[in-house]
């Protein structure tokens, strides 16, 4: 309800309204209005000559409005392919409230130790820890250590390397995304952006349960990646959609948005289904 109501204050919001999409909407109706109307004049159930003086301001006021009320904020959109059995939905929503398999990018290190602040505590990772791995990092690290154990390779880890961690109930997928620099902070470029949701797909594809799976939005925030969040979940999307058309290993992708940056980025679902729809279609 917050962000519904912060949306509808927001000048984001009213820009969409009024822009060149939102416009179209609005002549859309008042031309569907308009139309009932010359069919009521012709049955002479309204007469044009009487009220046609100032209907077209009533038209053009109850456009806007009814265009206001088809375009209200909304917390989640879909996009559907029936044809290939699979659907990416977009969701502002704690990735952690959702059902599904989840990911959670981490480095190519597979460094865990929030506790000795190598990784923040507000970082994906270290929220996962903060829920689920309360005052026992350590083991956390003991079981991605032992799923680490079990490769074929040694540090830094490839990017896209996944192994699974399995807590509370459901399966969470750590994927190498990121490099570690010298202070320690984690960096990412595109390609590897890319490359960690092939690695992650690839992994799910042969080793996953064909659950839902649920994706943050990645990079935009500590990965520093310069891309605005409506093109990274595009990317992810499309990267999606072109490994499933290959190989199905979901039935759906939710792409999870939080709630905080959807409202201090502006984040429109309409103006992000619209992108999708032209992209993906």
């Known amino acids: 309800m917050k962000y519904i109501l912060?949306?509808?204050?927001?000048?984001?919001?009213?820009?969409?309204?009024?822009?060149?999409?939102?416009?179209?909407?609005?002549?859309?109706?008042?031309?569907?209005?308009?139309?009932?109307?010359?069919?009521?004049?012709?049955?002479?159930?309204?007469?044009?000559?009487?009220?046609?003086?100032?209907?077209?301001?009533?038209f053009m006021v109850l456009s806007i409005i009814f265009s206001i009320l088809l375009k209200r904020p909304i917390k989640s959109i879909s996009v559907s392919f029936p044809e290939?059995?699979?659907?990416?939905?977009?969701?502002?929503?704690?990735?952690?409230?959702?059902?599904?398999?989840?990911?959670?990018?981490?480095?190519?290190?597979?460094?865990a130790d929030v506790a000795g602040g190598k990784i923040a505590v507000d970082s994906l990772q270290g929220q996962f820890t903060a829920k689920y791995f309360t005052g026992n990092q350590i083991e956390l690290i003991k079981n991605l250590q032992e799923k680490l154990g079990a490769l074929n390779t040694t540090t830094p880890y490839p990017i896209g390397t996944t192994i699974p961690i399995h807590t509370h109930g459901k399966t969470f997928y750590f994927t190498a995304m990121s490099t570690l620099g010298e202070g320690g902070n984690a960096s990412s470029t595109l390609s590897e952006i890319e490359d960690s949701l092939n690695g992650l797909w690839?992994?799910?594809?042969?080793?996953?349960?064909?659950?839902?799976?649920?994706?943050?939005?990645?990079?935009?925030?500590?990965?520093?990646?310069?891309?605005?969040?409506?093109?990274?979940?595009?990317?992810?999307?499309?990267?999606?959609?072109?490994?499933?058309?290959?190989?199905?290993?979901?039935?759906?992708?939710?792409?999870?948005?939080?709630?905080?940056?959807?409202?201090?980025?502006?984040?429109?679902?309409?103006?992000?289904?619209?992108?999708l729809v032209h992209v993906l279609k």
Not at 7 to 26: C, M, P, Q, V
Request: aromatic share 16%; glycine share 6%.
């Open 6 to 58: 912060n949306s509808i204050l927001s000048t984001a919001y009213w820009r969409y309204i009024f822009s060149f999409e939102g416009l179209k909407s609005i002549f859309a109706i008042f031309g569907t209005m308009w139309l009932i109307a010359e069919t009521l004049d012709f049955f002479k159930v309204y007469t044009r000559d009487q009220y046609g003086s100032y209907a077209f301001f009533i």
């Open 84 to 111: 290939y059995d699979f659907s990416i939905d977009v969701r502002i929503a704690d990735l952690f409230t959702l059902s599904g398999a989840t990911m959670i990018s981490t480095n190519t290190q597979f460094e």
């Open 202 to 275: 690839d992994y799910v594809r042969k080793s996953g349960q064909l659950q839902e799976l649920i994706v943050p939005v990645i990079g935009t925030g500590r990965g520093r990646v310069k891309i605005s969040r409506k093109k990274m979940i595009a990317l992810i999307a499309e990267s999606f959609a072109k490994a499933s058309l290959q190989h199905k290993f979901s039935s759906k992708l939710i792409i999870a948005v939080r709630p905080e940056d959807a409202q201090n980025f502006g984040m429109n679902l309409y103006d992000i289904k619209d992108h």
